[in-house]
């Protein structure tokens, strides 16, 4: 397959066209989202939703998530992602198959609906995993394309991915929340330099190959500037794969914790890493375990 999308071939950085709809047989395959919605979508590469979850069920995840953070075999996993030189949780990956409170979490009609109507098809998890940003301690996650990187170091073919990310506390200026492009996912940033082997085991800790140079983030954030997630607790985000994003580190008191769930369209299969790259780990980008998602019949 020719690749449209090609970076970190030791070339200069260069912006190139989307090739693809943003949102996929006009917003028809389900219905979650209004026409309004979908064109904010559309337009921005995101939405913010606010009280998708109740405050009920987010102390029920946050609970679990804790659980997860504190048990120690899980903590030993490959799924458990450290801050660099500490013993401070960043990221637990598989989350929806580790965590049983959130086994059915993807199929949540109130979400899983959604990437339906964006995608224009069925979908599969393609990665999960728990954020961690706790009090004073919490790192930054620097600017970058999710897509580039699933692009080259996992062989994702289009630009048919959405991501999902449900906030387990109040996002606020203070404790680092997410920032999001407006209109970037309509430019792809091919990135300089090589992709060492086995990346994933520093770039899941502090990303440094294939992330943007400073120039195209200046060129597109000229455009419409910077949206940081100011929202509460229950509140999801849906961002398109190729939207720049990236989030400043927490030194405020308070925790900044989220869900994380890709999904990606059953049209849009892994194919073979590019440049001949080994497949990154199953928990990180789900190759066998792509099992279509059909929504619950009720809310869990």
Known sequence: MKDLYVSRVGRASALIARKEPVVYGAGQYAQALDADQLQDYERNGFIVLDAVFDADEIQALREEVDTMSADPDIRALDEAIYEPGSDTLRSIFRIHELGERLADLPRDPRVLDVARQILGSEVYIHQSRANMKPGFEGKEFYWHSDFETWHVEDGMPGMRAVSCSILLNDNDACNGPLML???SHRQFVACVGETPEDNYRTSLRKQEVGVPDTLSLSLLSEQAGVTPVIAR????????????????????????????????????????????????????AARERCVTLSPLAVHP
């Open 233 to 284: 607790a229950g509140s999801v985000v849906f961002f398109d794969c190729n939207t720049l994003h990236g989030s400043s580190g927490n030194i405020s008191p308070r925790a900044r914790n989220n869900l994380f769930m890709v999904y990606n369209s059953v049209d849009n299969a892994l194919l073979a890493p590019f440049h001949g790259l080994a497949p990154r780990p199953e928990h990180i």
């Open 181 to 183: 492009i407006p209109g």
